[in-house]
């Protein structure tokens, strides 16, 4: 089955360290995107790519970090420096950049810092 | 930047009752408009979209949504809900010719009493 798989469902992870949340897709979409999802605050965006090799930030990008080595993974790093990290973070595809397609999303991981 | 307002952050309805909610939008120039539904453990996927054409959009489960240009509103629909339709519902707009930055609104949790 074609899909966007994230990796772990939850992670918990000690104050001071980095910690990098898995995204996988088969489904040969062009973009990715990594989203924060907070209660009563929608979804926030972290980073996005649009090919291999480059990434933008998004609004909330500080204390993150992403690589796109190969279309099929979008892995997003939570860094110490990341104020408040503890949240439910989503990934997502797109198959063009245009934005006339929408998004497919995973399961989420819910990052807890303890 | 562009911004999404959700107005309703719960609503709680009986079932066979007539749903809207409420979503504008602050982008003045060719959007993209989209909802996404979040049902209860499971991941975001899309309810309808809106590119261009007829405004009266219908998506799945008996749902529709109207773009109204002149209002940067559209708002979704649904003339009887039912108890399945529990769920969270998000807006999304991105601008026509750039994917990378969709802004999502914050959210309606819906409930349905059965």
């Known amino acids: 089955d074609g899909g966007i798989t994230q990796s772990p469902k939850y992670l918990f992870r000690k104050e001071g360290q980095n910690v990098t949340l898995s995204c996988e897709q088969n489904?040969?979409?062009?973009?990715m995107y990594w989203y924060r999802q907070d209660p009563g605050q929608g979804l926030r965006l972290i980073y996005y790519s649009q090919i291999v090799n480059d990434f933008q930030k998004g609004d909330i990008a500080e204390g993150y970090s992403v690589s796109r080595e190969k279309k099929e993974s979008f892995p997003l790093t939570v860094t110490s420096a990341q104020k408040n990290p503890t949240a439910f973070y989503l990934c997502?595809?797109?198959?063009?950049?245009?934005?006339?397609?929408?998004?497919?999303f995973g399961q989420g991981t819910r990052l807890t810092v303890v | 930047a562009q911004s999404v307002s959700q107005h309703n952050h719960h609503v709680i309805l009986s079932e066979a009752a007539s749903l809207e909610l409420g979503c504008n939008y602050s982008?003045?120039?060719?959007?993209?408009l989209f909802w996404y539904v979040q049902y209860p453990g499971q991941h975001l996927q899309l309810l309808l979209k809106y590119f261009s054409g007829d405004p009266l959009v219908k998506g799945i489960k008996g749902f529709e949504a109207e773009f109204i240009k002149s209002k940067f509103s559209f708002n979704l629909r649904k003339p009887s809900v039912q108890w399945s339709d529990t769920a969270e519902y998000f807006c999304?707009?991105?601008?026509?010719?750039?994917?990378?930055?969709?802004?999502f609104g914050d959210g309606t949790t819906l409930t349905v009493k059965p």
């Open positions: 982008y003045g120039g060719t959007v993209n």
């Open positions: 997502a595809s797109r198959s063009d950049i245009k934005g006339s397609t929408e998004a497919f």
């Open positions: 489904l040969n979409h062009d973009a």
């Open positions: 999304a707009v991105n601008k026509g010719t750039n994917a990378g930055k969709s802004t």
